[in-house]
Structures are given as structure tokens and as C-alpha cells.
């Protein structure tokens, strides 16, 4: 079994913190992942799987367990049921914008709007990623999975991960487990057959945010080179010269708010309908029987749609802008972004982490409602 001398987790992470494990594995083949996760588990170990460590605070003492890092890759082209589709068959630990670059070079269409997110290919899923308003339930079909419970290998169905914003039956919430313990061992997603000339862009939020009008034709290419263009300026794309880089991402999640709840926040803050799909009604709800109709029938009833709202416009109207960081600390928000944490030199997990719990009180205290975190926490409290 490939078994590595240990490296601090700081420097296999984003936010560049994160201490030393008591053990280190390092898989490279879907065979030695597959055998080091039954290996890990059958020792009673506890156990961390890292990919691009791109969705990671783990904190300052050491990780009494084993780490496993993914490290596989690789891309099989299958043919599609659908005329004019692609399927793309991918190994767990390839480089997520390393699928997308992949993609767009082919002509295929479906991830190109999450060009320039840090990160392996199995993490992807556990997530449900997105940007720009495309996410990767809307290309996924299957993951092959390996159970921790069982040590069992199976292919599932994207219907049965649980999808939905930002989250999974494979991801570990702060504050709670996974529904389902496993590893994704390779992803499959299936992608329309585009070509490299001007296509017809889909969806309303993509085409905003690149500035583009219904029906305007545009390039693969072009739009991953915006897309990259954008989120560099936003300090989202790893550069190990610009400090406001060394993050996870969006540290606190978009919160999602019922329509009552939304009201009370200022007109002005960013929010969007979430689609919600009600349940079908009865055959006795739709159809009185003429023998006890007595002349009233019920109204229906109006659900209205849960609402996104900006979790940066929150944070930025509680006070605290742009590179704001507590007194004598190394962490601070992103001066370009302000739902990214960032180690801004030599940072402890410890000082992350009091700056999250910072930004939720003062986002609770003016507005009544307590950030998610989006990364998984290992070994901190916020």
C-alpha cells in the first residue's frame, strides 16, 4: 500500500492550514484507493480524504487518523443514449478545471460556466458545485461509490445523492454527518456536443453575469476565458502571489430563506426564487363526490418558493467590508470578495475560524439570521 511520510495538512489545503497526521496514504490508482479505504476502515481509524483540499478548515493539532489522498485521474469517453451527447466517465482525483479545460477543447458543453474552481472531480458531486448559476446536477448521471459501512463498491444514480444547493447525502455538514458514508471513486457526467463556434447560451444568470443577450451566439472558449477572467479578478482563482487566494472559496454559504423571512431583510439585498416542486395531490383532494358536495370548494393553497439571498450583501451591510480582519490577527476577508476567508500570512485554523464566528454574530445581530459554513470542518469549532 502506497504509505507516504505525513505532510501538514497546511500544505495541502486552500486556506493553508491544517496540522500533521498520524498517517498518510497516497492512492494514485483506483485499485490503491480502493484498498487503502478498506484498509483505513477495517483498522477503526479515523479518516479524512483529501482531494484538492479546496473545501477544507482543518485545524492546528494533529489529525489522530489517516489521511487519504486522492490522487487518481483520467478521462473515458462513452457514447451517449441521447443524438448530439457525450458521456465523460472520470476518475476521482482529476483536477476539476482540468475536466472543464478538457471539455471545452472537445466541443462539449454543460461545466464550461465552472471553469476555474479549485478542486478534484470527487469532491464535485459531494458538493453539487456551481457557478454562475449552472451546477453539476445538471450534467451528472451516475458516481461509483465505495461504502464505508460495507467496503462495497456500487454505481448509483445521480436521483439518489440528495443533490441540492451545495450539498449531498455524501457531505459532511458542520454540525452533523453524512447521510451516506462513501467515497466517490470516478464520476460520470454527460455533456452536449456544441463544437467550437457560436452556440446559443442557456440560462438567464450565466448570460447576465457575462453579459450576454438572448440568443447572442458565443464560443466555448470565450466563455471560459471570461469566466476565468472574472472569477480572477474576484481573487477566486488559486495564484500563489495574491494572498486573497489562499481560501476555501465562499466561506458561508447563500443562505436559503423562507418568503416571510425574506420580507424583513432591506429591499435592496440580492435575492433569488428557489424552485420548489409541490406535492401531487391526492385523487380525493381533486375530485368531490357529487354526493357530499355541498356547494364549497376549498381554495388552494399558495406555497410560495423559499428565497436565496446574498450571504456576501449581508456580511458586507453588517459592517464588515472588504479585507476587514480582527485585531493582531492573520485572517481577514478577501479584499476582492467578501464571502471568502483568507490566510493573509502564516494564519492558525484557530484565527479562521474566530473570524467565521465573528461575521455570524454581527450577520445574526443586524439581520436576524447565523451564515452556514460551506467548507467541511475538521477538528474546529465555530
Request: aromatic share 6%; net charge negative; hydrophobic share 45%.
Amino acid at each position: 500500500m502506497p504509505e507516504i511520510a505525513p505532510i501538514p495538512l497546511a500544505e495541502l489545503t486552500t486556506l493553508r492550514v491544517g496540522g500533521r497526521p498520524r498517517r498518510m496514504i497516497e492512492a494514485r490508482t483506483r485499485d490503491d484507493l480502493v484498498a487503502a479505504l478498506r484498509d483505513t476502515w477495517a483498522s477503526g481509524d479515523d479518516w479524512l480524504v483529501v482531494g484538492g483540499g479546496s473545501n477544507l478548515l482543518v485545524g492546528d493539532e494533529e489529525f489522530d487518523g489517516t489521511v487519504v489522498l486522492v490522487r487518481t485521474s483520467g478521462i473515458e469517453r462513452l457514447p451517449s443514449p441521447r443524438e448530439g451527447w457525450v458521456r465523460l466517465r472520470v476518475e476521482a482525483g482529476h483536477g476539476w478545471d482540468d475536466l472543464v479545460a478538457y471539455a471545452a477543447s472537445e466541443g462539449l458543453s454543460g461545466i464550461v460556466a465552472m471553469s476555474g474552481i479549485p478542486g478534484t472531480v470527487g469532491a464535485a458531486p459531494v458538493q453539487n458545485i456551481g457557478a454562475y448559476g449552472q451546477e453539476i446536477v445538471e450534467t451528472l448521471v451516475e458516481v461509483e461509490l465505495i461504502d464505508e459501512s460495507t467496503g462495497d463498491v456500487s454505481v448509483v444514480s445521480a436521483a439518489e445523492l440528495g443533490l441540492g444547493f451545495r450539498t449531498s447525502v455524501l457531505k459532511n455538514h458542520y454540525g452533523s454527518v453524512a447521510v451516506r458514508r462513501a467515497v466517490v471513486l470516478s464520476v460520470t457526467l454527460e455533456l452536449r456536443e456544441v463544437g467550437h463556434g457560436p452556440f446559443a447560451l442557456s440560462g438567464a444568470q450565466l448570460r447576465q453575469a457575462l453579459g450576454v443577450a438572448e440568443g447572442e451566439g458565443v464560443t466555448l472558449a470565450w466563455v471560459r476565458e471570461t469566466v476565468l477572467a472574472t472569477r480572477a479578478r474576484k481573487g477566486m482563482v488559486l495564484d500563489d502571489a495574491d494572498p486573497d487566494t489562499f481560501s476555501a472559496g465562499s466561506f458561508f454559504q447563500n443562505a436559503i430563506v423562507s418568503a416571510s423571512f425574506a420580507r424583513t431583510l432591506p429591499p435592496e439585498c440580492p435575492r433569488w426564487p428557489v424552485s420548489t416542486t409541490a406535492a401531487p395531490l391526492e385523487a380525493a383532494d381533486r375530485v368531490i363526490p357529487l354526493a357530499s358536495y355541498d356547494g364549497y370548494v376549498p381554495p388552494p393553497v399558495s406555497v410560495q418558493p423559499d428565497v436565496k439571498v446574498s450571504a456576501a450583501w449581508l456580511i458586507e451591510h453588517s459592517g464588515l467590508r472588504k479585507g476587514f480582519h480582527l485585531p493582531r490577527s492573520r485572517a481577514g476577508l478577501s479584499t476582492k470578495h467578501a464571502l471568502a476567508l483568507t490566510n493573509r500570512g502564516a494564519a492558525t485554523a484557530e484565527e479562521i475560524a474566530e473570524l467565521a464566528r465573528y461575521i455570524q454574530q454581527r450577520v445574526q445581530s443586524e439581520f436576524g439570521l447565523i451564515p452556514q459554513p460551506e467548507p467541511v470542518l475538521v477538528g474546529v469549532d465555530l
